[in-house]
Nanobody, 124 residues
């Protein structure tokens, strides 16, 4: 069992930055690929970024490439999402997930474990 707790969301002006964190319980964090998703009001949940077990591979949605960076620290069981040059369309609830499969961690409808989410609001 893995429990995920997101933090770091908030209100920021367009062009600003935020750093989200997702803390995971358990001793097998390094066995899981990790991902970030988001869901805006009235829209379906969408993939944002993913990182492999060791952090050697990353993958991003086109909408965030060059602005967001995913990273992880297996020593403290935490994955991060650094978000720069934020835009109003980035406003959403952001969720992290964990899965042993690199394919599944990037799939909105899969993922073994999900956090409760953290709100990010970008004002224009």
């Amino acid at each position: 069992q893995v429990q995920l707790v997101e933090s770091g969301g908030g209100l920021v002006q367009a062009g600003g930055s935020l750093r989200l964190s997702c803390a995971a319980s358990g001793r097998t964090f390094s066995s899981y690929a990790m991902g970030w998703f988001r869901q805006a009001p009235g829209k379906e949940r969408e993939f944002v970024a993913a990182i492999s077990w060791s952090g050697g591979s990353t993958y991003y949605a086109d909408s965030v490439k060059g602005r967001f960076t995913i990273s992880r620290d297996n020593a403290v069981n935490t994955v991060y999402l650094q978000m720069n040059n934020l835009k109003p369309e980035d406003t959403a609830v952001y969720y992290c997930n964990a899965d042993r499969s690199w394919t599944n961690v990037r799939d909105t409808k899969r993922g073994e474990y999900w956090g409760q989410g953290t709100q990010v609001t970008v004002s224009s």
